[in-house]
């Protein structure tokens, strides 16, 4: 629950966002003025998440072997290293 949680957050907070805009935006009849704010509110919260949202790397299928080492009770030796 708690790694749904941590990976979809801005999701969450996007729809509560995109629910709170839509209230405000759209409820008192609304102008083509208005229903275009709330276009490029939702055209802007989803080009975010496509950048945003949580892949699947190559490094991962590595990661879970390290943690099964490290759960096994032999000793590891982690390296960390930075292009910088």
């Known amino acids: 629950m708690n ?7 801005f999701l969450t907070v996007a ?3 995109t629910l709170l805009a839509g209230f405000i935006l759209l409820t008192n009849k609304p102008k083509w003025k208005d ?3 709330f276009g490029v509110i ?3 919260l989803v080009s975010a998440w496509s950048v945003l949202h949580p892949r699947q ?3 991962m299928d ?3 072997k390290v ?13 960390f290293q930075s292009p910088f």
């Open 35 to 37: 229903y275009l704010a």
């Open 62 to 64: 590595d990661a879970k």
């Open 67 to 79: 943690q099964e080492l490290i759960g096994s009770g032999t000793p590891v030796l982690l390296e």
């Open 15 to 17: 729809v509560g966002f």
């Open 42 to 44: 939702l055209l802007g």
């Open 57 to 59: 790397t190559p490094l």
């Open 3 to 9: 790694l749904i949680a941590n990976q979809y957050s």
